[in-house]
């Protein structure tokens, strides 16, 4: 759907927002061609957007806005820590969470607590 590619678009602003970053008129322009592009290609195929299923709608944007704030704090992030700290660290969390949201699901569709 169109909406996931709004993500630059939120991660200059997130970043304008949390970081005080000031954007380059280079940076502005790529966004300004990303969405332009993305728009034209959604426009010239005659899709539309199908507002019935406002539930999904929502939870796309709120992926998108994550994805947005993750490159936000990621370039905090990167000034304090390296690489491979970071890719540790998240390894790391997964490596928690996995097997309790795997083990969430049973052959029936029952849901067992963790």
Same mark, same amino acid.
């Given at each position: 759907?169109i909406?996931c590619?709004f993500?630059p678009?939120?991660?200059?602003l !997130?970043?304008? /927002?949390?970081?005080?970053?000031?954007t380059? $008129?280079?940076r502005? =322009?790529?966004?300004?061609? #990303?969405?332009?592009?993305?728009l034209f290609?959604?426009?010239?195929?005659g899709?539309?957007i199908d507002w019935s299923?406002?539930t999904?709608?929502?939870?796309?944007? !709120?992926?998108? /806005?994550?994805?947005?704030?993750?490159?936000? $704090?990621?370039r905090? =992030?990167f000034q304090?820590? #390296?690489?491979?700290?970071?890719?540790?660290?998240m390894?790391g969390?997964?490596?928690?969470?996995?097997p309790c949201h795997s083990?969430g699901?049973?052959?029936?569709?029952?849901?067992?607590?963790c």
């Amino acid at each position: 759907m169109i909406f996931c590619h709004f993500t630059p678009v939120l991660t200059v602003l !997130l970043a304008f /927002l949390f970081l005080k970053e000031t954007t380059t $008129l280079l940076r502005k =322009l790529s966004v300004c061609l #990303s969405v332009s592009g993305v728009l034209f290609i959604f426009i010239m195929k005659g899709s539309r957007i199908d507002w019935s299923n406002m539930t999904g709608i929502v939870l796309l944007f !709120l992926s998108c /806005l994550v994805v947005a704030g993750y490159n936000v $704090l990621a370039r905090r =992030l990167f000034q304090s820590f #390296s690489p491979a700290e970071i890719t540790y660290v998240m390894l790391g969390i997964a490596f928690l969470f996995l097997p309790c949201h795997s083990r969430g699901i049973q052959p029936k569709g029952r849901l067992i607590n963790c």
